[in-house]
């Protein structure tokens, strides 16, 4: 082979260099550190010079562990290299060499690479030299982490209190850390601000820091933000993070103590409830709130008073007292309420009022009120009047009924109160509706019905034109009375209501007129028959025939002339329904008669009535009327009607 072939000159020529003396010049630069992140490659450069040449370079690496002997970690001869077995860097280096410069790279480098590294440089003669360089591996801390006190803070406490801690994790180089309050950093102040931290080294090597801040708080930090910030390294920088914002509890003693009405907003009036609400610039939590009525000495241990249904009496001065429990210090504070009120309304004179017809009216209607109020007078249901008089200046008997004073305040909705005076009119009654009233019916039994007014309430008696009394019925009015009067009626009658009093009397003539049905009246009488002439039967309204057959041939028709049946008087009592169903029962009447004369006519033609054998003649006789009697009875319901037929009455010797 090449190689084995080239050492012996090798050799020779180093005895030469040797036996003339002369030496070969090296020389080696590195940099002071080599800055990098921890997992990614590091890269440490030696740069060498020598007047040999790179033939006969001998390049090795060694690494300084702390507190022992350097060791080898590769080794690179002109003919052979590789890096040392059963180190740290075994499987992790590698050397590149291109020309004067030797770069090892370490790859997934940690905290513990953080060492010094020894390039050396050795040529064929004696001659070597060497350069050192320092690795600096980093790694980024993780976010910080802060913690606040739960619990509240005392301003009253007289040493520093913990304020919080803050903590940060896996770190290299060890992380600083740096606490603010509203943005201005926190250095330790005898008494006033102490910050406490402490370094953890992990099985890692990194590094993890924790703080922690105490200090004296005071009333002005309740509102005061907390937080720390860390500082940490990363190659060829310095970089920070701040953590969340916290806040603190801060206990402290109120200086002023507040009271005020929550609800009803705006004015109070008696029966509304109310809501007081007590609060204070204080934030002490061993305390004890308490709100008291001072002139009822009423008081509730809360925050909120409520009171139902409130009175008058219930205005006036609240105060709201504020104890600290622990060296029992108070503060008060006070609202006044104001209750307004609306008593009912009097009106004078009280409940009614006679007065005479033309004399003048007054009233008067008051109600004391805390507010202005309004009066207004209504008689059913209209306004009549406004103002605390009611005055009518000359009294008739329209003037009488029942008056209703309203009083309001218009500041207030809801406050209202009422009061009623019945005001009588003295004077003769008067009766209502016309002196002269015509009354037309179909009924047997009449109901007449008289109200008169007047005070004092008049007395009704009913009478009839013949002079007899009527028992009725009376009841007090509101403005009088009003009588009630049933009786039978067989006639036209003229009945009288007379409504007296102390001061006269008044009488009303109701002019009563019956109107009857008719009714058709049954007349038991058999046909005419004549062979030669036919008779013709007249309906009236007032006669009434009875007739019996005769033996003649002569044919009998029975006729309703269009007076016979006489249509009476319509009456508003009486529903039109009665009258079409009389003159349809009257119809059907002469129907089923036309049709039992053409049975008896067809039965006497064939010889089958009076034992006729043949053909026989018969005289005929007329009677001096033939006419068909309608009688109509009024009795509340519609009756049968009777339909009677009535032949000539016969001779004697005829039969």
């Known amino acids: 082979m090449a190689l084995p072939d080239t050492a012996p000159l090798l050799v020779g020529l180093l005895l030469l260099f040797h036996a003339f003396g002369a030496w070969a010049i090296v020389e080696v630069t590195m940099e002071d550190k080599v800055e990098v992140m921890a997992g990614e490659t590091a890269q440490i450069t030696c740069m060498f010079t020598t007047d040999e040449g790179l033939g006969g370079t001998t390049i090795q690496w060694f690494y300084v562990p702390p507190n022992k002997e350097r060791q080898r970690i590769y080794n690179k001869e002109p003919m052979h290299e590789a890096a040392e077995q059963n180190t740290l860097f075994t499987h992790r280096i590698s050397l590149n060499v291109n020309g004067t410069a030797a770069v090892l790279a370490i790859r997934d480098v940690g905290v513990r690479d953080n060492l010094e590294f020894i390039c050396v440089i050795k040529t064929l003669t004696p001659e070597e030299a060497e350069g050192r360089t320092q690795l600096q591996v980093f790694k980024s801390p ?39 309050r509203n943005n201005m950093p926190l250095r330790n102040t005898p008494r006033e601000v102490v910050v406490t931290s402490s370094t953890t080294i992990e099985s890692s090597g990194l590094f993890s820091v924790q703080s922690e801040l105490t200090m004296k708080v005071k009333k002005e930090h309740k509102d005061a933000v907390f937080y720390c910030e860390v500082i940490y390294f990363v190659p060829g920088a310095t970089k920070m993070t701040e953590s969340q914002h916290i806040n603190i509890t801060v206990y402290y003693l109120p200086t002023e103590v507040n009271i005020w009405v929550e609800s009803p907003k705006g004015k109070i009036k008696e029966g509304d409830t ?26 509730v241990e809360n925050k909120t008073m409520v009171r139902t249904n409130v009175k008058r009496l219930d205005g006036g001065v609240y105060e709201c007292t504020f104890e600290e429990t622990d060296n029992f210090e108070e503060i008060s504070g006070s609202t006044k309420v104001s209750v307004n009120y609306l008593e009912s309304a009097v009106i004078t004179p009280k409940d009614s009022i006679a007065v005479m017809e033309g004399e003048e009216l007054k009233a008067s209607c008051n109600a004391l009120s805390s507010l202005q109020t309004s009066t207004t007078w209504f008689k ?24 209703k004073c309203v009083v309001t305040v218009p500041e207030m909705e809801g406050m209202k109160t009422s009061s009623t005076l019945q005001v009588n009119v003295k004077g003769s009654p008067q009766i209502l509706g016309p002196d002269v009233q015509e009354v037309e019916t179909y009924e047997t039994t009449v109901n007449l019905t008289c109200s008169a007014t007047g005070f004092p309430a008049p007395t009704i008696m009913w009478t009839t034109s013949d002079g007899k009394n009527l028992n009725a019925l009376q009841t007090e009015t509101e403005d009088g009375a009003q009588s009630v009067v049933t009786f039978k009626i067989t006639s036209n009658v003229k009945v009288f209501c007379n409504a007296s009093n102390d001061f006269g009397s008044k009488v009303v003539e109701f002019n009563i007129k019956t109107i009857l049905n008719t009714t058709l009246t049954t007349i038991t009488s058999m046909p005419t028959i004549s062979t030669t002439t036919r008779s013709t039967t007249t309906i009236s309204s007032d006669t009434v025939v009875h007739t019996t057959p005769t033996a003649t041939t002569t044919t009998s028709t029975n006729t309703i002339t269009d007076d016979t049946v006489q249509t009476p008087t319509k009456s508003p009592n009486i529903k039109k329904e009665s009258k079409g169903f009389v003159i349809a029962i009257i119809i059907i009447a002469i129907f089923l008669l036309a049709i039992l004369g053409s049975v008896l006519y067809f039965l006497y033609k064939k010889g089958r009535i009076c034992g006729r054998s043949g053909k026989q003649d018969f005289s005929k006789r007329k009677s001096s009327k033939d006419n068909i009697v309608v009688e109509m009875k009024s009795d509340n319901t519609e009756e049968a009607i009777l339909l009677g037929v009535n032949g000539e009455k016969q001779q004697p010797n005829d039969q």
């Open 142 to 180: 993780t976010f910080p982490t802060i913690e606040a006190v739960e619990t509240g803070i005392s301003v009253n406490e007289e040493a520093p209190s913990k304020i919080g801690s803050c903590r940060v994790k896996n770190g290299y180089p060890k992380p600083n850390i740096t606490w603010y």
């Open 380 to 403: 059913n249901e209209k306004l009549v009047s406004k103002g605390n008089t009611l005055s009518v200046k000359s009294a008739t008997l329209e003037t009488a009924g029942m008056y």
């Open 274 to 299: 109310l809501e007081l609400r007590c609060d204070n610039n204080g934030n002490y939590p061993s305390s004890i709130t308490t709100i008291k009525h001072q002139n009822s000495e009423y008081s």
